[in-house]
């Protein structure tokens, strides 16, 4: 099946730093990429729609200013949390679309749990 | 009203017990219909995905979707310790919305 790659698998920062993750899909193209949020004991959240190419498309309330996605090619999107506070501790899941058959599926990856000191 | 309601739990049953997980929903535009099974810290599987009313088999996993009612259902036969996850049901229009999650607990 379709494998999408998430690096790092979890990270410690102290306040006021930047953090960078990947998104990548391993053996297919993905057009379209999704970054979710999750908390504890709760649903994911999408924050933001990544096409490769242009802009990304933020959910209501999510901050593109402290959240910067770069959807650089067909196969990597990234997540920056700039600026981080301890309130952007969470976990934090892409995932990618591919074409297979006539349907769309998404595929996830297996997220990272970033914890800000 | 959230577009996709879902029972959190947490539900516990014991090792070869049937299952029943459900989802409610709002937006009769919704057209895929999908059960992930998520592990602690990991990100979601996708176990069943469907777009139309009726039932979908694959093992022990059935998926039915009653369109009507705006009412999905994954039920798992003979459970096992390994099922113990988070299930969350999520609904296309679109783009992708999860319910809430159950929390599911298979005990020996």
């Known amino acids: 099946g379709a494998v999408v790659s998430q690096h790092p698998s979890w990270v410690i920062c102290k306040s006021g730093t930047s953090v960078k993750i990947e998104c990548r899909s391993l053996?297919?193209?993905?057009?379209?990429m999704f970054w979710y949020r999750q908390f504890p004991k709760q649903s994911l959240m999408l924050m933001a729609t990544?096409?490769?190419?242009?802009?990304?498309?933020?959910e209501q309330g999510v901050e593109k200013d402290k959240f910067l996605i770069n959807h650089a090619s067909l196969t990597l999107s990234t997540l920056t949390v700039t600026s981080a506070h301890p309130e952007d501790s969470s976990f934090y899941i892409c995932?990618?679309?591919?074409?297979?058959?006539?349907?769309?599926?998404?595929?996830f990856g297996s997220g990272t749990q970033l914890s800000v000191l | 009203q959230k577009e996709v309601e879902q029972d959190p739990g947490p539900l516990s049953v014991p090792e070869g017990a049937i299952v029943s997980l459900n989802c409610t929903y709002s937006?009769?535009?919704?057209?895929?219909f999908m059960w992930y099974r998520q592990y602690s810290r990991k990100g979601p599987e996708l176990l069943m995905y469907?777009?139309?009313?009726g039932n979908k088999e694959d093992g022990r996993f059935t998926a039915q979707v009653d369109k009507s009612s705006k009412y999905i259902s994954l039920f798992i036969r003979d459970s096992q310790p390994s099922d113990s996850a988070t299930y969350l049901c999520?609904?296309?229009?679109?783009?992708?919305?999860f319910g809430q999650g159950t929390i599911l607990t298979v005990h020996p």
């Open positions: 999520a609904i296309e229009a679109g783009k992708l919305t």
């Open positions: 469907t777009y139309s009313s």
């Open positions: 937006n009769s535009a919704f057209q895929y």
């Open positions: 990544s096409n490769e190419g242009s802009k990304a498309t933020y």
């Open positions: 053996d297919f193209q993905a057009t379209t």
């Open positions: 995932s990618a679309r591919g074409v297979l058959r006539l349907n769309e599926k998404l595929f």
